[in-house]
């Protein structure tokens, strides 16, 4: 059973394995992500519609034109004995309420352009996150892959050892089941692989079936130049994004309260009409002024709404401050252990489990050292070479985080 478990598994990663597979660095990863993530096209038609209804605030209202008759009765002649008037009405916006109009427009124009950068930004962390974690597989892959080929010649070394009478079967089976081991740790790692890579891909908007190899190099890299916290606040999108709400929200109450100004409405025409003792009729000019009296509805119910709104968002734009000041603060205290990590403790580690690997391997050449002192010092190599694998993804994804928080790359 568990024979057929392993082949199952060996076949299924073997499969991946042999995938065709392209080239895929971090930026590329990035730049289609941003090409195809619908998410980010919604948010570019929310801009374009928000501009639309700016374009539209701008306009001017259209006049109204009247054509009326009166004393239309059986038997009348129509040029004669029919009043007719021709008016035509513009609505009057002098009081400041077009203007308002445009300006709380042009808010919601600034709102929707803060918002899809607020989308850019969780893209790019999410795909800088997925992509590291599928690097970091990738690279914990690569180790195995490489770790059981090195193993197959200690395998073949003691097959000849004992073939020669030199060690006894005991020996062989136990090198043999590490290979085992090693082999099954691949493949499951093969798996994790594609996982993460699969991860990867449903971030960026592509198709899952599509093949890639990670090209970033897989090292400590370079390390950022941590900002001010007020200098990450005005970059952070989600701080932009949050004072664009308050404008709008503050357009938005100065609107509602020109709302309660009256309005006005002009209208002009002219009239014709037949006077009584005569047979042509006569042409009169008709200018009507109306203005609303704001007595009852001086528009409160809308302007209390809006005053709320406005301290709404005063208040998320301050829990989004604070929010961004805790999450810099953690940015930075993870970055800054990370890296004390890498240099201090992997890299010496994965240092030091080399050389006794190399020293345990020639001295088990010559008779050093036994078996069980040549496995271990693999075993340690191994999970030195995994666990400093791991710290890279991690002190690379401290760094996405640092970025973020600071508000770069959005």
């Known amino acids: 059973m568990q024979k057929q478990v392993f082949i199952a598994v060996w076949f299924i990663g073997s499969t991946i394995i042999c995938r065709a597979q392209a080239p895929l660095s971090l930026r ?31 306009l001017l209202a259209n006049p109204e034109f009247q054509f009326q ?31 308002q109009r445009i300006a709380v427009a042009a808010e919601d124009v600034n709102r929707a352009q803060a918002d899809r950068n607020l ?20 690279e914990i892959l690569d180790v195995l892959k490489s770790t059981v080929d090195n193993f197959q010649r200690i395998v073949d070394y003691n097959a000849a050892q004992f073939s020669q009478g030199m060690i006894a079967e005991q020996d ?44 970033e190099p897989f090292v400590p890299g370079g390390a950022p130049s941590p900002l001010s916290v007020e200098g990450a606040l005005a970059n952070r999108a989600e701080i ?11 357009a938005n109450v100065r609107l509602q309260e020109v709302s309660a100004r009256p309005d006005m409405n002009l209208l002009a025409g002219y009239k014709r009409t037949q006077l009584p003792d005569t047979t042509n009729g006569v042409n009169t000019a008709i200018v009507t002024f109306r203005i609303t009296l704001p007595f009852a509805d001086r528009n409160q119910g809308n302007r209390l709404a809006a005053e709320a709104e406005l301290r709404r968002r005063e208040q998320l734009l301050a829990e989004a401050e604070a929010q961004a000041r805790a999450d810099y603060d953690a940015a930075l205290d993870e970055f800054q252990l990370r890296r004390s990590e890498v240099d201090n403790s992997l ?8 050389e006794i690997s190399d020293i345990a391997n020639q001295a088990y050449t010559v008779g050093g050292v036994d078996l069980l002192r040549l496995l271990d010092a693999e075993r340690a190599r191994l999970d030195a070479e995994l666990t400093w694998a791991r710290g890279i993804v991690d002190y690379r994804q401290s760094i996405v985080r640092l970025e973020t928080a600071e508000g770069l790359d959005q």
């Open 28 to 58: 590329d990863a990035v730049e289609k992500a941003l090409q195809s993530r619908p998410s980010l096209k919604a948010e570019d038609e929310r801009v374009a519609e928000a501009q639309g209804l700016e374009r539209q605030a701008k």
């Open 69 to 99: 008759n009166e004393n239309l009765r059986p038997g009348q002649t129509y040029t004669r004995d029919v009043d007719t008037l021709a008016m035509i009405s513009e609505p009057l916006d002098v009081l400041g309420k077009r203007k």
């Open 119 to 138: 989308t850019r930004a969780q893209i790019v962390q999410r795909v800088k996150l997925a992509y590291w974690a599928a690097r970091g597989s990738q």
């Open 172 to 215: 062989l089976l136990r090198v043999r089941l590490e290979s085992e081991r090693l082999k099954i740790a691949r493949e499951t790692a093969a798996i994790d692989a594609e996982r993460d890579r699969a991860e990867l891909l449903r971030q960026m908007g592509q198709r899952l079936s599509t093949g890639v190899i990670l090209t």
């Open 240 to 250: 932009r994004a949050a004072r664009a709400a308050v404008e709008q929200a503050r």
């Open 347 to 354: 890299a010496p580690l994965r240092e030091h489990a080399q």
